[in-house]
């Protein structure tokens, strides 16, 4: 993979959306998120969910009003790459956003509009993880 400037100022919003998603900055997260934001989850069972932008600020403002602790910023960037124009990274975590310990690989699509590079599509592969799973 031949890198770039953009591809850089991809990863580095990548970056960005983990520390401020971890922390639950909504409005940080309101300026990395494309107004057209679509999120897919596709679980272990093979159900998928998706959310837009409004469901996706009202989980992460649900979350910073409650108290909830941070979420872990691990990731392990497995690709990315920027266009002139557009963007795509597919990043590996372990957190727990709900109920459950959760190893998620996210496949995310940025547009460079407005000046900045914004998400416009997540979508997340999700599979439980145990105690043990977890350490390693």
């Known amino acids: 993979m031949r890198k770039n ?5 991809v990863r580095q919003t990548i970056e960005r959306l983990i520390e401020n998603g971890s922390q639950y900055n909504v409005d940080e ?5 494309h107004d057209d934001l679509t999120i897919v989850k596709i679980d272990e069972v093979g159900e998928v969910t998706a959310i837009d932008k409004a469901e996706n600020m009202a989980l992460f403002r649900e979350k910073r009003d ?4 941070p979420l872990s910023t691990e990731a392990e960037f497995n690709y ?9 990274v597919i990043v590996t975590r ?12 996210f496949s995310i699509h940025l547009v460079q509009e407005d ?3 914004q998400v416009i599509q997540e979508t ?13």
């Open 94 to 105: 372990k957190m727990q956003l709900q109920s459950r310990l959760e190893k998620s690989v």
């Open 29 to 33: 997260l309101d300026r990395i998120y």
């Open 115 to 117: 000046g900045r590079w």
């Open 66 to 69: 409650s108290g909830a602790e």
């Open 80 to 88: 990315a790459s920027g266009g002139s124009d557009t963007g795509h």
């Open 124 to 136: 997340a592969f999700v599979q439980p993880i145990s105690a043990d799973e977890a350490s390693k």
């Open 5 to 9: 400037q953009n591809t850089e100022e």
